[in-house]
């Protein structure tokens, strides 16, 4: 089922900008030969490239911090982080999303990827589903955006039909809409509230994005969402005192955040722990403040969940 689209909120036509026009899609200059390169060089040349996306990424901090600002206010009052995207873009998305609960506690509902071609196309493409621009409409409005979420939308080319479907839906809803490109003046950037564009050129393997595209892709986005959960309180320091501690591992590593941010011993920060019901955080503001969990977790419930400042209102 589709859902009527507004032609009043329109974004620009993706075919405005055809794959002639995208340095993405241009035929890479510098290695003609790279089939006839023995395989130490072929390997050097693979890793070469993709220092570009480092660069493409690193141009693009002023327009990924505005981004973050921006999404902050709407994620403070509960909003969720909705994801959108196509193939190896859309791929990146879910990987994101789901890598915000064991890391930050994020819940799950309030990170929401949604991908051309539906959860199938996380292992397998799912061809055409990408040019779907109705599609991608109804999988946003499916979705019950509102004015307090944000969405990211994603694709290389920054034409992708199905993207920009998704972008038209979130538009109509007052939805944040956050675009990351790596074609410029394409239109998931002009339809996006903010654009980021990563100009990372054309691939290695031409057309291949993939490759140093899809890195500054995933540069980016673990960019965005980091800083989100720094700016929300899931860090202390440089501490993730939000993780969530699932397994051996983790268990473990919450022990030793507890004890680098207390100079406790073993023994004490495992018992603050199991006190704090496996909440790093309050495990810390208890320790750090001799207070009883509970007390500690009142406390940083006052605070919006900052540890600093629940260690501060003293």
């Not at 890793?47 to 973050?68: E, F, I, K, N, Y």
């Not at 949604?114 to 799912?126: D, F, K, Q, S, Y």
């Not at 779907?132 to 944000?150: Q, T």
């Not at 011993?265 to 019901?277: C, I, K």
Request: with cysteine; aromatic share 2%.
């Amino acid at each position: 089922m589709t859902h009527p689209m507004n032609p009043d909120a329109r974004l620009p036509d993706s075919r405005l900008s055809g794959p002639a026009s995208l340095r993405t899609e241009a035929v890479n200059a510098a290695h003609p030969d790279l089939d006839q390169l023995g395989t130490t060089d072929l390997v050097q040349a693979l890793l070469d490239d993709q220092r570009h996306a480092v660069d493409a990424a690193r141009r693009a901090g002023p327009a990924l911090g505005s981004a973050a600002d921006a999404a902050l206010p709407r994620l403070r009052r509960g909003g969720r982080l909705l994801y959108a995207g196509a193939g190896t873009s859309g791929r990146l998305g879910v990987l994101d999303a789901t890598e915000l609960t064991p890391t930050f506690s994020w819940p799950p509902a309030r990170a929401v990827p949604l991908i051309a071609g539906g959860e199938r196309a996380i292992r397998e493409a799912v061809e055409g589903a990408e040019d779907d621009r109705e599609d991608g409409y109804a999988a946003l409005r499916g979705v019950g955006a509102g004015p307090d979420d944000v969405l990211i939308a994603v694709a290389a080319s920054g034409t992708t039909p199905w993207v920009l479907g998704a972008m038209q839906a979130a538009r109509e809803s007052g939805t944040l809409v956050i675009g990351l490109a790596n074609n410029a003046g394409t239109p998931v950037l002009t339809g996006a509230d903010c654009a980021v564009l990563l100009d990372t050129g054309p691939e290695i393997i031409s057309g291949s994005t993939r490759l140093k595209a899809g890195t500054a892709q995933k540069i980016a986005l673990n960019t965005l969402s980091s800083a989100l959960m720094v700016r929300l309180g899931k860090v202390y320091g440089n501490l993730m005192v939000d993780l969530k501690a699932t397994n051996a591992k983790l268990e473990a590593r919450a022990v030793r955040l507890v004890q680098h941010a207390t100079g406790c011993e073993d023994t004490r920060a495992r018992a603050a722990l199991v006190e704090a019901g496996g909440q790093v955080k309050t495990a810390i503001v208890a320790l750090r403040l001799g207070i009883p969990a509970d007390e500690a977790r009142a406390r940083l419930d006052a605070a919006g969940g900052q540890a600093r400042a629940a260690l501060d209102a003293r």
